[in-house]
């Protein structure tokens, strides 16, 4: 049964429609026909108080009881447990946390030590939640990553062939709101379901058109030396010219999270004002399955993009890939905590569990480290995803000029193709104390020095 039929039912749109929905899915796994369906749909219509109590249609049942009640929020007792790491993190991402875990499905939370203030979950927050998904708690750039390639050239290159690398990546790249090539690029990414839901199969022209392209704000392409420390990953230890890219689902990944954002807090009225950034799916909805299968499409949009700026920045090099290590730091996972399946979200997170590899980068004049998990439970197998900003966007449009940045750059022997002064390295932590605070969590196998950047040009609005 399908949405136009339940509505012709009588069913009200909101919540009783998705709960039907729902129960249409429990009910037809569970074996039952087309038609004992909708007969038994129609029965929870004509006396929901009857059914209150049944497996498949309970839930459906108790929300047309309660339609056009209004619940108070009933804050609980109890908070979910959290753990944080780092010291001096301000004092509103920490609020943020102790609040996510406040929520009826909340399990148990983590803060990263890179943590700022984000809407709903802090940048830097993970959540484990029950059957449930979150919007906000994933972020409106859905699927954000990193990419690292360690190619086939010495890293003396950045010196000897300055002028063509500069050339190929200002050639290679596209950055911005609605930035495109003007001959769309090919992956199988686009071959996908886009039809899945209603909102990915209206976005699919538009994702063709940036694919391959990065975002604004604190997105980047940029070239540096790998010095690879460990005997553990691909290219052996030594020196490597290497190509480091952050970006995420681009304006694709924007629509899929402010469509479903706003369809959760429509459906959790009862929410007080300061966790309504928080409103949840419920993962057995009809909708709660829709952002789901959109969250995954767009995390596999967003890898294609970066593969897609590795592969043609590599072609036109004319060089190969001896190392690629990718991760994303904005999705949710299904994953097991003490033999229950839960829902973890990681907002400005690194996925770190046991021996899983990852990236965390600095700035535009610092370091970056590929890193090893060590699965620590306590942080739910997560990590910071970088420096983290110490102010704000505008507050550093504000403390700082170029050419301070360029002073600081040049000490360091880095080149900026193109940034914003928002992006300004003096506007982010401290990468290594970061490093040093979540020493339990990763291992540096890694260290990338970046010195050829690109990034959105000044006057870009940031979409991170």
């Not at 804050?75 to 979910?80: G, P």
């Not at 199988?188 to 209206?202: F, I, L, R």
């Not at 190392?323 to 829902?343: M, P, Y």
Request: proline share 5%; glycine share 10%; hydrophobic share 40%.
């Amino acid at each position: 049964m399908k949405k136009r039929e339940l509505i012709k039912l009588g069913i009200p749109k909101g919540k009783p429609l998705e709960m039907a929905l729902g129960a249409i899915s429990k009910a037809s796994k569970a074996g039952m026909n087309k038609e004992e369906i909708r007969k038994t749909m129609r029965a929870v219509l004509a006396n929901p108080q009857t059914y209150a109590e049944e497996p498949y249609f309970g839930t459906f049942a108790n929300s047309l009881l309660s339609k056009g009640k209004r619940q108070e929020y009933q804050y609980r007792e109890i908070s979910a447990p959290y753990q944080q790491w780092g010291d001096n993190l301000d004092e509103a991402s920490i609020q943020q946390m102790e609040r996510a875990c406040q929520l009826p499905v909340s399990v148990a939370g983590a803060l990263m030590p890179d943590a700022h203030l984000g809407y709903g979950l802090p940048i830097g927050g993970v959540l484990a939640v029950r059957n449930a998904v979150i919007p906000y708690a994933v972020g409106v750039d859905i699927a954000c990553r990193m990419r690292l390639t360690a190619f086939d050239m010495p890293p003396q290159s950045l010196t000897g062939a300055v002028d063509r690398l500069k050339k190929v990546l200002e050639q290679e790249t596209r950055f911005g709101i609605g930035a495109e090539f003007k001959n769309r690029r090919a992956h199988s990414v686009m071959d996908e379901d886009w039809g899945v839901t209603s909102v990915t199969k209206q976005i699919k022209d538009k994702a063709w058109a940036q694919l391959g392209t990065s975002g604004s704000g604190n997105h980047f392409v940029e070239y540096g030396v790998l010095e690879v420390q460990s005997e553990d990953l691909e290219a052996p230890p030594g020196t490597y010219l290497a190509l480091l890219s952050h970006s995420g689902s681009r304006g694709p990944g924007s629509k899929v999270a402010g469509y479903y954002s706003g369809l959760a807090m429509n459906r959790r009225p009862e929410l007080p004002k300061e966790l309504a950034h928080l409103s949840w799916l419920d993962l057995d909805s009809g909708e709660g399955m829709e952002y789901w299968e959109a969250m995954r499409l767009m995390g596999k949009y967003a890898a294609a993009n970066h593969e897609l700026i590795h592969y043609h920045i590599a072609k036109a090099l004319g060089t190969k890939a001896l190392l690629s290590i990718e991760n994303h730091h904005n999705f949710a996972w299904k994953e097991d905590r003490g033999g229950e399946t839960v829902i973890v979200h990681r907002k400005g997170a690194t996925p770190a569990g046991r021996g899983v590899l990852g990236i965390i980068p600095g700035s535009m004049a610092s370091p970056a480290y590929v890193v090893r998990g060590k699965g620590n439970p306590a942080s739910l197998h997560s990590a910071s995803h970088g420096a983290g900003r110490l102010m704000s966007r505008r507050k550093a449009k504000e403390s700082f000029t170029w050419s301070q940045v360029k002073k600081i750059l040049a000490e360091r022997d880095v080149t900026v193709l193109s940034a914003g002064l928002d992006e300004a390295p003096m506007a982010y932590k401290n990468i290594d104390e970061i490093m040093s605070a979540q020493s339990d969590l990763v291992e540096p196998l890694a260290v990338f020095h970046p010195r050829i950047v690109k990034m959105a040009p000044e006057g870009e609005r940031a979409e991170d």
